[in-house]
């Protein structure tokens, strides 16, 4: 259970091409419901970023909170770039269904097809449809060797090599597992079909036909414009976290919220980027049968939300240069307004919420009871995740023992699980303990002797007591 500092995954629900209801609420209802749930979120130091609410593509509501820069004490306003994560899956897939509309690529090509290292194995038989819609068999994280150095890998090549040999989660086509992955080999396609730049195609053929100006393909931290990114701690605070990842074809896109939603308004009321009645375009852009169209992304220092409500005719886009899911929830609440005129409670992040208990209730009595806690106040997340995230987080404070005891927590509802057992290894490399990680390391191959450590590419160099 590492911290993920990859992207997150984007939301997929098909779009409706229905008339908004009669029964909606006016769009004055919308935005007085939309400022009340950005204020909730200000107040708790959570939010900093732009949300921007429109009926029928006119905005009704738009606001920005917090810095953009806070050692500079530079606001966030309107035309503020921000990290869009996942959500630039959806241009990546634009890019690709446009090589399929022109006859370049086909959706059923096979990575074999292309010169881009997948010549045999299972992977070589991955078509281009099953790696835009997460079928491949792929990985979902990126192995130890990437987050251990992340900035490190600043090229789609650099970062295709990453997954090329190793072994797939499932046959091709046979289940739906999220893969950041396999939006980086499509872009690695998209480069071989056209022989251009990704770059390049993204300028070209997204932001210079929908005359974007304030969408930007790479990121560049001297642009005008530009947030910084933090982390919302877990003691409740933002802290500067820089950037974490080079852009790539998976997540990277910095853009304000009005060219966001230019974006989907011309994807989904026009046929600038694609012809919405080809079924090239539905099968993936699907606009029959649904009422929402959902995107999210997230990372260190971003989070990032669309929500188009077809049902009732409003268009949702929330960017924040914090973290911890915080564009996600709010603009899940103002949707939920928007369907039933009330929302949600608002909870605080799990981590930032497990670090008060822990801190209220002491070591002792923090294990024996804060899973009851937890569930009890509301807490969807699995608590293993919980834990481990602020078991991370305390170790790169140094916090140590407090580090160790949340673990000890998590080996306590978790007793059989090696994933503890490497995060606990992982503390012990932190501490300079060495003999104590190879201990923590070898419970976990004893509980799995296949098991491959999220931390240390050579699992420490351990191996399992039988070779």
């Known amino acids: 259970?590492?911290?993920?500092?990859i992207f997150f995954a984007v939301g997929l629900v098909a779009a409706a091409a229905a008339e908004p209801s009669a029964n909606r609420l006016s769009?004055?209802?919308?935005?007085?419901?939309?400022?009340?749930?950005?204020?909730?979120?200000?107040?708790?130091?959570?939010?900093?970023?732009?949300?921007?609410?429109?009926?029928?593509?006119?905005?009704?509501?738009?606001?920005?909170?917090?810095?953009?820069?806070?050692?500079?004490?530079?606001?966030?306003h309107h035309d503020t770039l921000y990290n869009l994560g996942s959500i630039m899956k959806h241009y990546t897939a634009v890019l690709v269904l446009q090589q399929v509309v022109a006859g370049r690529l086909d959706l059923n090509d096979r990575l074999s097809e292309f010169n881009i290292g997948f010549d045999r194995g299972p992977a070589s038989r991955i078509t281009v449809r099953q790696l835009l819609h997460h079928q491949s068999g792929f990985s979902g994280a990126f192995p130890a060797s990437y987050r251990a150095n992340p900035l490190s890998y600043d090229s789609i090549e650099s970062k295709l090599a990453l997954l090329q040999d190793a072994p797939l989660r499932f046959e091709p086509g046979t289940d739906t597992r999220y893969s950041n992955y396999g939006y980086i080999v499509l872009g690695a396609i998209l480069e071989s079909v056209t022989e251009k730049p990704f770059e390049d195609l993204l300028h070209d053929n997204i932001f210079r036909r929908l005359g974007l100006t304030h969408a930007h393909y790479p990121y560049n931290p001297g642009a005008p414009n530009q947030s910084l990114r933090y982390v919302f701690n877990y003691e409740g605070r933002q802290v500067l976290a820089g950037a974490t990842e080079h852009h790539s074809p998976d997540g990277g896109i910095e853009a304000s919220a009005t060219d966001?939603?230019?974006?989907?308004?011309?994807?989904?009321?026009?046929?600038?980027?694609?012809?919405r009645d080809s079924a090239i375009t539905r099968s993936y852009f699907d606009p029959g049968g649904g009422e929402i169209w959902q995107a999210f992304g997230g990372g260190v220092g971003v989070s990032s939300a669309v929500e188009l409500d077809f049902k009732h005719g409003y268009e949702i886009v929330v960017l924040a240069n914090t973290d911890q899911l915080v564009a996600e929830k709010m603009s899940g609440r103002i949707r939920e307004a928007i369907a039933t005129g009330s929302y949600s409670p608002v909870l605080l992040p799990p981590q930032i919420y497990a670090w008060r208990q822990f801190e209220a209730l002491g070591?002792?009595?923090?294990?024996?009871?804060?899973?009851?806690?937890?569930?009890?106040?509301?807490?969807?997340?699995?608590?293993?995740?919980?834990?481990?995230?602020?078991?991370?987080?305390?170790?790169?404070?140094?916090?140590?023992?407090d580090a160790l005891d949340i673990l000890g927590a998590l080996q306590a509802y978790f007793p059989e699980a090696p994933e503890v057992y490497d995060s606990l290894a992982h503390a012990h490399v932190r501490m300079g303990d060495l003999p104590g990680a190879a201990r923590h390391f070898r419970e976990a191959l004893r509980l799995d002797p296949d098991f491959r450590s999220d931390y240390s590419t050579s699992n420490y160099s351990i191996r399992h007591e039988e070779d």
């Open 1 to 5: 259970m590492p911290r993920l500092v």
């Open 27 to 76: 769009p004055a209802e919308v935005s007085a419901a939309a400022a009340e749930i950005v204020s909730t979120y200000a107040d708790l130091g959570w939010f900093s970023g732009t949300v921007l609410v429109a009926a029928q593509g006119q905005p009704i509501y738009e606001t920005a909170i917090g810095l953009a820069d806070r050692e500079r004490g530079i606001p966030n």
């Open 260 to 275: 966001t939603l230019s974006f989907y308004r011309a994807l989904f009321h026009s046929d600038t980027l694609l012809p």
């Open 363 to 401: 070591a002792a009595a923090f294990t024996k009871s804060f899973r009851s806690h937890y569930e009890a106040a509301g807490y969807q997340q699995f608590v293993g995740r919980t834990l481990n995230e602020l078991g991370m987080s305390l170790l790169d404070a140094e916090a140590w023992q």
